[in-house]
């Protein structure tokens, strides 16, 4: 059976770029691998490929519910050269059905200023970072030393590098993995808010991914993601649709009257989201 999504008026396949943000233990690894499960089902060729920050994908593996799955394949990354290189092996094998995550990008801008902080403490100091704990206490002054006159545009570049040129572009599909902050409330001197552009996307919703800011603005579809239990102690979520750039699509949540929305209860996210909100196509 094909799983296909649905088509833009020049006739193309959509290409999803989905980001799924929550507090931890959410479930949304539970979610990508039951979009795998529904491919493999059904008879898919889709292929499921992750780039993760931790073991969580060999715990959820041994699920019974997964473990037998031949469509998932991931690798497990610590450095953010490992996530470049992971990127540039999927970007490789991706095909139009395939998907691609990771798990958790934030994570993943993390690794590019941990970077940047070693090759500065390295070229400040000839020590690598994990060494220089006696020249910290030596000074007493830690935004002296070993970093001193933090340049952001080598980071933000490494990073977009990963963002842009292996994430957003490319064929097959995304579901991108964030934790959440919540939003933060203009202080009386009104020195202290959240810019503008972020309480337009995500106010209704109270809180907003978490990790480098550009993010929000780069992929179609953000969703918050709360884990709850279903039917049997059956795993499910309340998700609320943060932002929809497909304007075709119902926005997920309940607005309630100060004009915040609550999610909506939701047990299977390729039913429910994919096929029920976003028009994809069993045949």
């Known amino acids: 059976m094909a799983i296909t999504p649905p088509r833009m008026p020049n006739g193309n396949l959509i290409k999803e770029r989905i980001g799924v943000y929550g507090p931890p233990d959410a479930g949304k690894t539970h979610m990508f691998f039951t979009l795998a499960k529904w491919h493999h089902d059904l008879g898919s060729k889709a292929r499921f490929y992750g780039i993760n920050t931790d073991t969580s994908w060999d715990v959820l593996y041994c699920n019974p519910e997964f473990s037998s799955l031949p469509n998932i394949e991931w690798t497990e990354v610590l450095y953010f050269q490992e996530y470049i290189d992971a990127a540039k092996k999927y970007h490789k094998m991706l095909t139009p059905e395939d998907w691609l995550s990771v798990d958790l990008m934030p994570m993943g801008w993390s690794a590019t200023q941990n970077e940047y902080a070693r090759i500065l403490t390295k070229s400040k100091s000839g020590k690598k970072l ?12 830690l935004d002296e030393y070993p970093i001193k006159g933090w340049d952001w545009g080598m980071p933000n570049a490494r990073y977009q590098s990963l963002a842009n040129n292996y994430i957003l572009m490319g064929p097959g599909h995304r579901f991108l993995m964030y934790g959440e902050k919540k939003l933060l409330k203009e ?11 972020v309480t337009e996307i995500f106010g209704h919703v109270g809180y907003k991914p978490d990790g480098q800011k550009d993010d929000p603005f780069r992929y179609h579809t953000f969703l918050r993601v ?8 059956k795993r499910a979520h309340k998700v609320t649709t943060a932002k929809e750039r497909w304007g075709n699509r119902r926005r997920l949540g309940v ?20 096929v029920g909100v976003a028009g994809w196509q069993m045949s």
């Open 187 to 197: 202080s009386e001197s009104g020195r202290t808010k959240e810019a503008d552009e």
């Open 130 to 141: 994990e060494d220089v704990g006696d020249l910290w206490e030596q000074t007493g002054v």
């Open 226 to 233: 709360q884990g709850i239990y279903g039917k049997g102690g």
């Open 255 to 274: 607005t309630m009257q100060n004009n915040h929305t609550r999610g909506e209860k939701m047990e299977d996210f390729f039913l429910e989201y994919l």
